[in-house]
């Protein structure tokens, strides 16, 4: 492969500051990779998913097919805030390459392309592929996740592109995520003349941590992790607002069932007399296991691994994608198919140029498989 033209094409889309909420900066990257599709003759359209969000990118070498022998996944977006990509744009050195999304996962859309690109033209005329490719996967797929599933129940499998482990590994099993936003009301008074008058909401929040933290089963590894918390609007008042922003993570679907029941539970009794406490969950993601039709497919995967001298190896994952939505459909789905990457979601995220490669043979010949 030319891996020059490939960086060439990774730059359009990294340079591009597309946060999952910078809906201008998804429309472009959805418009340059359905441009790149259209020039390989297969069918593109966007897709609208609602005025909160980008564009969606549905594409396919059969616009008139019911059924799909395989749905291929990736997102538009990123999380870096505007400005980022002007402040580190695309990279290199010898072995690697850097910059905002190059793992996560610019690159991984790059590989579904240059993977078909390389099809034999009798697979494509023997298969049934689509690609679907979301704008909000970053913050849990809250508006695309139909969209994708109503897909994903037409095909045979669900590939998702997500990078591969640091070691390599693709992921054969995800932990289920969900994310709440807590709000707590009280009552204002003056800290000093008369707080006995407040019902502090900080108060509140605090206690909440402490019993939150408490519904954590590090054994059967569910985690519940507060990372977000603020109120108050100065030091000699009481607080009568207060907000939490809490991620809930589990191998085990019926573990966040109990942990669900349990925060309700928490909410509606309250953590301070006189503060009410208001629980909204925001997004949703159940846990990615590998069913036996799941497992398969992996045995499909390691035969192609050998076919091409690509080594597979498998890890279950804390992370969230969309692979969680569509295996819980029941649909057998693996995910790790981009290039080696890693540092996501940060100034250090790389992607290892030497894996670009041997990742698309392998998609492609997973592909040509089926």
């Not at 909410?267 to 006189?274: E, I, N, T, W």
């Not at 296991?289 to 190896?313: D, F, H, N, P």
């Amino acid at each position: 492969m030319n891996l020059e033209h490939y960086i060439e094409e990774l730059k359009t889309l990294v340079n591009v500051d597309c946060g999952t909420k910078t809906l201008d900066g998804v429309a472009t990257v959805a418009g340059i990779m359905q441009r790149l599709w259209q020039a390989e003759g297969w069918h593109t359209e966007q897709v609208d998913l609602g005025d909160r969000v980008g564009p969606g990118v549905f594409v396919t070498n059969k616009p008139q097919a019911q059924q799909f022998d395989v749905l291929l996944v990736g997102h538009l977006d990123t999380v870096f805030a505007p400005g980022t990509a002007a402040a580190r744009p695309l990279s290199q050195d010898d072995t690697r390459l850097y910059g905002p999304g190059v793992s996560d996962m610019k690159s991984g859309l790059l590989n579904i392309l240059w993977a078909m690109r390389g099809l034999d033209e009798s697979d494509k005329q023997r298969l049934s592929i689509a690609v679907a490719m979301n704008p909000d996967e970053e913050t849990g797929s809250v508006y695309s996740h139909h969209w994708i599933g109503e897909l994903a129940t037409r095909s045979r499998c669900v590939l998702v592109c997500e990078a591969a482990r640091a070691d390599g590994s693709l992921v054969k099993a995800r932990k289920g995520m969900a994310g709440y936003q807590l709000h707590f009301s009280g009552v204002a008074a003056h800290a000093g003349n008369d707080p006995e008058k407040g019902r502090s909401a900080i108060v509140a929040l605090a206690h909440s941590i402490l019993a939150i933290n408490g519904l954590t089963d590090q054994a059967r590894g569910t985690t519940l992790n507060v990372g977000v918390i603020q109120g108050g609007s100065a030091g000699n008042v009481v607080a009568d607002s207060a907000d939490a922003e809490l991620d809930v993570r589990f191998w085990e679907n019926d573990e966040y069932d109990r942990v669900h029941q349990a925060l309700e539970a928490l909410c509606a009794k309250g953590f301070l007399d006189g503060v009410t406490t208001t629980l909204t969950r925001v997004n949703h993601k159940p846990a990615m296991a590998a069913s036996e039709a799941t497992q398969a497919l992996m045995a499909q995967v390691e035969k192609a691994g050998r076919e091409e001298g690509v080594a597979i190896t498998w890890q279950a994952v804390g992370g969230g994608s969309d692979a969680n939505h569509t295996a819980a459909l029941g649909i057998p789905t693996l995910d790790g198919f981009g290039p080696i990457g890693a540092g996501f979601h940060s100034p250090a995220e790389w992607l290892d140029k030497s894996s670009i490669e041997p990742r698309i043979r392998l998609l492609k010949r997973v592909v040509s498989m089926l």
